[in-house]
């Protein structure tokens, strides 16, 4: 599964981009199941948000959801986190 | 650290609060105690000039204090957390809560004293912070009721609590919340962001007492770890030169119109679009010398106070409404013919 997430807005408007593939990784089942809630709870089109808040897009095999700060489920943050600090 | 830096600890009380805190959490026992001392002191004389104006008040309605709480989520991401300090309440041994804590009362100063302004809602809303929210956390936002901070990862960005300006920025979104409500997209939502810089840089200004030549005219001075190229996040006087990372890029912003980024991330480009009126409210501070809070800063709190905006205004929407706050206070002077001048500069025209 390769997941990329895209990390826009924030108080400096810095945009940071990772992907992670998980073919190789001991973890995958965790990954994909992480994965999996994340979407599930995704929303179609670019949300609000709040003044300064981080905005993020997910992409799992090709299909993107989005969501912002500071409402994100358990699954996205934890997966947001993983990949953009594990991801290249 | 070495034996120089502590003599500087020891005998200067020119050390600003934020090292202050830095050094009170040091592994080293004499170096801490000695800027947690500071720090009292500090923190004494700080409140002395908050309270000074104050009390030539008349101690009649609720919003002529501020009423500030700050909590610990604790690397959590629930909010609010737990409360840590609350107002009056004496300094904590957490440098991130007494900076917050500081920073809320500091930009309350500036709304009340140099604007009668009562607080974020204008009529003494309680100011409420969260620090060391998630871990590592780059960032800082107004969530619609409270101010959240980030520690920072250390690698690229330091503690959010270190810069009074970022501070105030985001309380200003606050203000704008319940004032001229700009959208937070396009052009009004670049001038959403601008107005939090504006004001933000006036609340470093005023609690520094620094004039317009004096002025860092920077977002985050200090913000950035000390491996990153740069001096802060963002320049009001100069857009685009606040840093030049491999790791960051390069400040993006525009400095006029010549230079506007179209573009569908971060809602349009808000923190890269407000270089232009950031730019413009530079230079007419700039024409009009002096304390900036005083006459610019009066006739941009005055467009974002007047009622006259629409919530999708543009850049040249808001510069006519600045125009015409600078003619109905000061008449056709010196004031109108720098905003004219200022906007001019950048290359809008009201």
Redesign the interface.
Known sequence: MRIRVTR????????RRAELDTSARTDAPHVHALAREAMASGLRTPT?G??????YEITVDGRTVHCA??R?SDAQ?ELI?LVLREGA | MDSSARGHVCFCTIVPPHILDRLAEAGDAPVREVARRALSLDARHRENRLLAPRTALPPTADGDHPERTVCDTRHS?T?PGRVVRREGGSAVHDGSVNRAYDALGATYALYREAYGRRSIDGAGLPLDATVHYG?DY???????ERM?FGDGDGQI?ND?TVSVD?IG??LT?GVT?YTAGLD??GQSGAL??SV?DVFGSLVKQYALRQTADQADWLI?AGLLAPRVHGVA?RSLREPGTAYDDEV??KD?QPASMDGYVQTT???G????NSGIPNRAFYLVAAELGGFAWERAGQIWYDTLTGGTLHPDADFAAFAAATAAAARARYGEGRETAAVAKGWAQVGVTG
């Open positions: 826009t807005g924030g108080l400096a408007g810095i945009a609000f709040v003044p300064d808040g981080f905005h700060d500071p994100l943050r986190s | 991401e909010l871990h780059d960032n800082a936002f107004w969530n619609g959240v960005f959010f970022v920025h985001e979104h919340q937070y997209q959403n962001e939090s985050g996040l960051l890029g993006p991330e971060d809602n480009g808000v923190h890269i």
